[in-house]
């Protein structure tokens, strides 16, 4: 069975960090572009960050840039996101999704996704 799962969520106090996980099971990331949006309550869903199959490109919405991090490790078939100085605007849940090779900004390019991991920022 294909499944991308995330996991690392949880309550974080503003201006704090967390690392989130995306780990793939049934197939192997190495040939897919991984995604992170994310889905406030009462809001669209978002992009958060991209990073393609070679890991040698990296996009990043601008909401985030200079304060979340995305990195894989094919190895671990995994794709992480460290998120520092977190705001409360962050607070969301996360989803990580696949599609083959190159980032797009679209969700509607990307095939499967995961069920996602809460994200709460607050003191």
């Known amino acids: 069975q294909l499944q991308l799962v995330e996991s690392g969520g949880g309550l974080v106090q503003p201006g704090g960090s967390r690392r989130l996980s995306c780990v793939a099971s049934?197939?192997?990331?190495?040939?897919?572009?991984i995604a992170w949006f994310r889905q406030a309550p009462g809001k669209e869903r978002e992009g958060v960050s991209c990073i393609s199959s070679s890991g040698g490109s990296t996009d990043y919405a601008d909401s985030v840039k200079g304060r979340f991090t995305i990195s894989r490790d094919n190895a671990k078939n995994t794709v992480y996101l460290q998120m520092n100085k977190l705001e409360p605007e962050d607070p969301a849940v996360y989803y990580c999704a696949e599609r083959h090779n190159r980032c797009y900004r679209a969700d509607t390019e990307y095939a499967y996704w995961g069920h996602g991991t809460q994200l709460t920022v607050s003191a």
């Open positions: 049934g197939f192997t990331l190495t040939y897919l572009a």
